[in-house]
């Protein structure tokens, strides 16, 4: 395989430093779930290779099927490859010749689903929402400009389908295929990063029972007895959650403090 290399997305990076080579082995992943999906054997690959097309117009044969995103994806089949994907689904091969016109109208719908599931799969793999509109038709829009293809092959078989994706497009799944490559970062250790973690400590002061016309007859300037003796320990929280830690109250030169008694740890 000719793997296409992307030189002209940028000007500063050298020209070998992104190639459509990264993007295979997802591309090879959602088409083996397609296959796996709708065919009993046979298979397809990207073989056929990547490439930079001077035209959108030559990509497509005037018969051919013919699907788009407007951000910048299409699809192209021509008839003899719906009858060969046809036969996948049926395993058995198919030519023009051996349809009766019902035939054809029974293997067109079965092809049609076929390949909407693998539009669908090509739009998570491009990073487009899978419930996007595919349209059919020569593609328009401002994106089918600077445009590349990558031909997907059967692989035992004569079938092919042509992707049409725009450059930047394209780049943005290389570039997303290229990070998921990279090597996690080495974790440290449990301790480190526990020592490391912030928690909120709490003294619970005690509380004071009341009646509600007590409550409604407090007044600012007020002092709420507490049931707990000024002298005993008081109970440690972390986080809000009660521990086995004991403390009191200690006045420091900056204010209150907590003395630890027994560590909440």
């Known amino acids: ?17 992104m190639t459509g080579a ?23 690959d ?7 097309l001077e035209s959108k117009a030559s990509a497509a044969p005037d018969d051919a099927d013919t699907r788009f995103r407007e951000e910048g994806l299409a699809m192209i089949l021509s008839q003899e490859s719906r009858i060969a994907i046809a036969g996948l689904m049926l395993d058995r091969p198919l030519t023009a010749p051996d ?21 669908r799969g090509l739009s998570g793999l491009f990073g487009l929402p899978a419930t996007g509109a595919w349209r059919r038709g020569e593609p328009v829009g401002p994106r089918f400009r600077h445009l590349s293809q990558i ?49 909120s400590l709490s003294a619970f002061l005690g509380p004071s029972e ?13 002092i709420v007895l507490l049931d707990t003796p000024s002298a005993a320990p008081l109970p440690i929280a972390l986080d809000g959650v009660p521990t086995s830690g004991r403390c009191r109250l200690e006045q420091g030169e900056t204010g209150l403090g907590l003395k630890i008694l027994n560590s909440p740890a």
């Not at 395989?1 to 430093?17: C, D, F, K, R």
């Not at 990207?46 to 930079?52: I, K």
């Not at 998921?180 to 490391?196: C, E, K, N, R, V």
């Not at 009341?210 to 007020?222: C, E, R, S, V, Y």
């Open 1 to 17: 395989m000719n793997a296409m290399v992307i030189s002209s997305w940028t000007g500063w990076l050298p020209p070998q430093a």
């Open 22 to 44: 990264l993007l295979l082995p997802r591309l090879g992943d959602t088409l083996a779930g397609w296959c796996a999906r709708w065919f009993s054997r046979g298979s397809f």
């Open 46 to 52: 990207a073989d056929g290779g990547f490439g930079q």
């Open 99 to 119: 349809l009766s016109p019902s035939d054809r109208k029974v293997a067109a719908v079965l092809v049609d689903r076929a390949v909407e599931d693998l539009c």
């Open 151 to 199: 031909e997907l092959r059967q692989t035992d078989g004569a079938a092919a389908i042509v992707l049409v994706v725009a450059t930047d497009l394209l780049v943005g799944a290389i570039k997303a295929a290229a990070a998921s490559t990279l090597p996690a970062p080495a974790l440290g250790s449990i301790g480190g990063a526990l020592a490391s973690q912030e928690v």
């Open 210 to 222: 009341m009646t509600l016309g007590d409550l409604a007859d407090l007044a600012i300037g007020d």
